[in-house]
């Protein structure tokens, strides 16, 4: 993007060359923090942080069958909170799975249809009071 850091793709072939960087996020904000994982089936999973000039930083999620194209990038936690420090895991069936911090923990998973479910906390209400921010 024209502003800010973006998240990047480049694989190392079986002859040791690296392919071109792809650019994954594409966007004019600060994009941070990408985690990776690769399914069963060879396709590429990837999540990140992006950071937008309101403050209000979101999660989102491209994927990468193998040897196609990125698809356009999606914003998962899409809230009003600041969403932060996202991991990924891919299960065996091609799930994946991904959880991040707002001001609890959350999570969502993306089904078989590419539909993402809505995020989920899944720390204890009561642990943190909704008035703190664990960030300045």
Sequence with gaps: ????????????????AWSSHQ???NNSSLSQNPQLAVGRSGAIH???QDCCATGNDDIY??????GGIWST????SNNVDCSRDPRLAVDGNGIAHVIWQDYLTSYARRGSDGIWST?????????V????????
Excluded: F, H, K, M
């Design 129 to 136: 009071p909704r008035d703190t921010s664990p960030y300045p």
């Design 61 to 66: 999620y491209s994927r990468r069958e193998s």
């Design 46 to 48: 990837v999540v990140w």
């Design 1 to 16: 993007g024209d502003e800010g850091p973006d998240i990047y793709y480049a694989r190392r072939g079986s002859d040791g």
């Design 73 to 76: 990038s999606q914003n998962i």
């Design 23 to 25: 650019n994954i996020s």
């Design 119 to 127: 995020p989920q906390n899944i720390a204890p209400a009561d642990l």
